[in-house]
Each structure stands twice: as structure tokens, then as C-alpha cells.
């Protein structure tokens, strides 16, 4: 028997999605690139944090370095979704096949350049390593980290380093790296550069032009490198072997400013010698 009009005044209960607020299993959403940003009023306090820094309207001005790593480091920790994995590998090895392209459209779309593959090494390690200067500059302005260490504790300074790719390092370090982290062997720009002018002063067939770029490549690197270490003095005269170069036209001029450029390097070297005594 029928209770007091109970069955009459409930409503047709339609087709509900389940108990409480939470959809069926099978009305999930795939996971797509930010997977999780776009939750409605159940989501937490960082995914909501995530969501309002993500989707807000895109500032005007260049945002800093800093704040994207850190941005990053908080989206690293929430985990990747399958696409975000994909887009991640795919911008790693875009850095190790020089695929500027590539590598300019993943970041553009917000993949997180500081992320490593399963032995520590990120698009700005693999980008170093190769010597790829512009592929270095752009991972550096969407706030890769120039101090970030491999398995095996290398940074990228590191691999340029031992490879010898001295635009990358000056690039690296006014990105920001750590000049004391150069070589785990302690050894300084100071070492690689002296080492890139024996090979200069070894006579090896260049062509003048090819010999002024490398030197003053070379400059361009201790310049920095001195500047991050405060040695004004000694920058001074670099800047004075900078100009002299510019001024050369023809191989013994240019000879004449690698040798200055080589003492000028022992001399530091000899300098930084005693300094730690």
C-alpha cells in the first residue's frame, strides 16, 4: 500500500550521473596537454592555483626566468599527463637534433624545459653538449635552468665545456650559471681558453677571418667570466685586446692579438693559483 502521497511528490529522478557531484568513470575527460587545470569548484588549492596561471591572459611584457622555473617546478610536481610525457621527450630530442623549429614550438606551447629523461639530462643539457648557442638562448629565456645537474652531476656548463663550445658557455653564464660549477676537476674558461689557443698558435691552417672569430670568441667568454667574478681590471683589458682585434687586417696582426691573448690567460691562470694558497 501507497504511503501518504510520497510516491506522487518525487520527481523524476532522469538520467543522474551518480551519487554526489563526481561523473561516472566513463564521462572522464582523455588526458590532454594541461589535463587538470580546467577542474570546477572540487578542485585543490594548487590545481586551482595552476589554473588561474595557466589560462589567465598572457602578459605583455617578457615574464621572467625565475618565475617560469618556478611555475614549472610546482606543474613537475602535480606529475604529467600522457601528452605532457610525449611533449617532453620530443623536446628533448629536438635539442639533440638541432631542430630549432621544434624546440621553439613545444616551448611556445608551455612544456616544461626543465624536465629530465630517466638519467637526469634536460633539452639545455643535450643543447649544450652540441653547441647549439640559439637553441641554448631560447631554452634559457622560457626558464631552463642553467644550473641543473644529470645523473651523473653534470651541468650543462659542464658539457660545453668538455666539448668545447665556447659561444655556449658565454651564453650560459649570463643565463645565469654558476661559474664555480664549470668542471668538477676544477677547472676554469681560464683553462679552456688557453687550451683553444695553443690549437691557434699550433699553426693549423684557418683563414683569417675563421682565427679572428675564434678569438674573439674567446674574449667574449673570459669577459663574462671575469665580470661574474667581479675582476674589473682584468676585463678592462680584455675590452683593450677586443679592440685591437677589431682593427686587424691581416693573419700576423691577428697572430700578434692571440699572443697578448694567451699571455693575458697564463697570467690570470697564475693569478688564481696563488689566490687559492
Known amino acids: 500500500m501507497e504511503g501518504g502521497g510520497g510516491a506522487a511528490a518525487a520527481p523524476d529522478p532522469g538520467p543522474e ?4 557531484l563526481e561523473p561516472e568513470p566513463e564521462q572522464a ?6 589535463a587538470g587545470l580546467t577542474l570546477g569548484p572540487a578542485a585543490g ?15 605583455t611584457g617578457k615574464i621572467p626566468a625565475r618565475r617560469l622555473r618556478r611555475a614549472a ?8 599527463t600522457g601528452k605532457e610525457t610525449h611533449a617532453l621527450k620530443r623536446l628533448r630530442e629536438a635539442a639533440n637534433s638541432n631542430d630549432l623549429d621544434t624546440v621553439q614550438q613545444l616551448l611556445e606551447d608551455g612544456t616544461d624545459p626543465c624536465a629530465a629523461d630517466d ?3 634536460t633539452a639545455l643539457h643535450f643543447a649544450s653538449c652540441n653547441g647549439n648557442d640559439h637553441i641554448v638562448q631560447l631554452l634559457l629565456d622560457h626558464g631552463a635552468d642553467p644550473n641543473q645537474r644529470d645523473g651523473l652531476g653534470n651541468t650543462p656548463l659542464h658539457l660545453a665545456a668538455c666539448t668545447n663550445h665556447v659561444p655556449v658557455i658565454t651564453t650560459l653564464l649570463r643565463g645565469g650559471a654558476r661559474v664555480d660549477a664549470l668542471d ?12 683553444k689557443l695553443n690549437i691557434l698558435q699550433e699553426g693549423i691552417s684557418h683563414s683569417l677571418e675563421a682565427v679572428r672569430l675564434e678569438v674573439k670568441q674567446i674574449i667574449q667568454m673570459l669577459r663574462e667570466y671575469l665580470d661574474r667574478l ?11 685586446l677586443c679592440s685591437r ?11 700578434e692579438v692571440t699572443d697578448l691573448l694567451a699571455s693575458f690567460t697564463s697570467l690570470s691562470l697564475q693569478m688564481q693559483k696563488m689566490e687559492k694558497r
Open 230 to 240: 667581479g675582476r674589473h681590471e682584468q676585463k678592462e683589458q680584455l675590452d683593450d
Open 29 to 34: 575527460p582523455e588526458p590532454a596537454l594541461g
Open 119 to 121: 638519467k637526469g639530462r
Open 245 to 255: 682585434l677589431q682593427m686587424t687586417s691581416t693573419k700576423e696582426q691577428v697572430d
Open 73 to 80: 617546478r610546482l606543474h613537475r610536481w602535480l606529475g604529467p
Open 184 to 195: 668538477r676537476a676544477g677547472r676554469t674558461p681560464l683553462h679552456l681558453a688557453k687550451s
Open 45 to 59: 588549492a594548487p590545481l586551482g592555483y595552476l589554473h588561474v596561471l595557466w589560462q589567465r591572459e598572457e602578459p
Open 17 to 20: 550521473p551518480g551519487p554526489g
